[in-house]
């Protein structure tokens, strides 16, 4: 018997990915939608960085805030209406040297590893969290470093904590975290800010938040369950100033210093910009091979929002569609 092969699968499971879903399920194109992320991981979840969010102020139709995995859960129920397949697991091999193109993905899940096939293929793998690479960083996930304010804020109740970073990830998770620890020192580079004005501002006037400007972090002192210093050095005119922040007893350090695109799976295959995001043909979502397009976070180093992640999720959805039927596949 030969393998099924599928209209359109679509790699990734955020605004992205499930707005492509809905998109193409609308137009009988059954599509198969391969979730990505970790389910056993506390910072790489299927359905993408809005995991990691609490209130989403700024999607439009939620006049009050929605919190971030709600919002996710209402797209995979939206997406599902209409018969969209979900699959877990991360696709580690790409063949897109001959149609019908060949994934291979691991599942996560169960351990096991299957491969699909499909001719059209749509791109919304996102980006993930940057490490700052000091020493222990990673050996120190969970245990008093983390990327992840949502997720671990709560362990810091009563404590003192503090956040790299000076876009509205770092202003965001600053004034998170107010709610559980009592002090929240924010460590930035520079002494202005990438982050929006208004949220800023919000975390200026905040009580609980204290200022490290002009400031590296090059490592942290642990203290058995969390960390006891993190260690700063400074930058500009602070330059050769070497100090520990004091966050003990079982304090902890939130990075909050962007993302990366997650693309490697498609290295040598489709064309990218230095930075690893995935370049497209103009306005549209093509890609340089024909039959695979691309959305979101993995192509948009620039606005990076959950509703323009959509907008490219739902071009590309129409972009497949209009390919298929050309090719006389759809
Ligand atoms: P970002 O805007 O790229 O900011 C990253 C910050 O980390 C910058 O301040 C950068 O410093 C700093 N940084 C980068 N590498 C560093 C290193 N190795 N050591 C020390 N500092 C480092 O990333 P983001 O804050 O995650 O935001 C990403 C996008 O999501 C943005 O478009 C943002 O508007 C959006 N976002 C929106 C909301 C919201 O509206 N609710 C919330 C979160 C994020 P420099 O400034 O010196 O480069």
Redesign the pocket.
């Given at each position: 018997m030969s393998e099924e092969v599928h209209k359109v699968t679509i790699m990734g499971s955020g605004p992205a990915g499930l707005t492509a879903a809905i998109y193409a399920a609308r137009a009988n194109l059954s599509p198969v939608v391969i979730e990505g992320g970790d389910i056993t991981s506390k910072t790489d979840l299927p359905g993408g960085q809005l995991m990691l969010?609490t209130d989403?102020?700024?999607f439009p139709g939620f006049p009050e805030g929605i919190m971030g995995p709600e919002l996710m859960g209402r797209f995979r129920q939206q997406a599902e209406r209409f018969g969209t397949v979900f699959k877990p697991g991360l696709v580690v091999k790409a063949d897109l040297s001959q149609r019908p193109f060949t994934l291979e993905v691991n599942d996560t899940y169960g351990g096991t590893s299957y491969s699909l096939k499909t001719h059209a293929l749509i791109v919304a793998t996102g980006a993930s969290a940057?490490y700052?690479?000091f020493e222990q960083e990673q050996e120190l996930l969970g245990k008093g470093v983390t990327t992840c304010a949502t997720c671990d804020g709560a362990f810091f109740r009563g404590k003192h904590v503090a956040v790299?970073?000076?876009?509205?990830?770092?202003?965001?998770e600053a004034t998170f975290l107010t709610r559980f620890a009592d002090k929240v020192t924010v460590i930035?580079?520079?002494t202005t800010?990438?982050?929006?004005k208004i949220?800023v501002q919000r975390a200026q006037e905040n009580p609980k938040i204290e200022w490290k400007l002009n400031r590296?972090?090059v490592g942290v002192i642990p203290d058995g369950k969390y960390l006891k210093g993190i260690k700063l050095q400074g930058t500009f005119e602070d330059e050769g100033v070497e100090e520990v922040l004091d966050v003990g007893p079982d304090g902890g350090l939130f990075i909050?210093?962007?993302?990366s695109p997650n693309s490697a799976v498609f290295g040598g295959q489709l064309d990218m910009h230095d930075t690893g995001y995935i370049k497209v043909q103009g306005a549209t979502s093509r890609s340089n091979v024909d039959g695979v397009f691309v959305a979101g976070d993995i192509h948009d180093a620039?606005?990076?929002?959950a509703i323009t992640a959509s907008g490219a999720g739902c071009k590309a959805a129409i972009d497949a569609e209009r390919w298929l039927e050309s090719e006389e596949l759809g």
């Open positions: 969010t989403v102020e700024n940057k700052l690479g790299i970073g000076g876009g509205d990830s770092a202003m965001e930035h580079r520079r800010f990438r982050a929006s949220m590296n972090v909050a210093i962007g993302h620039h606005y990076r929002q």
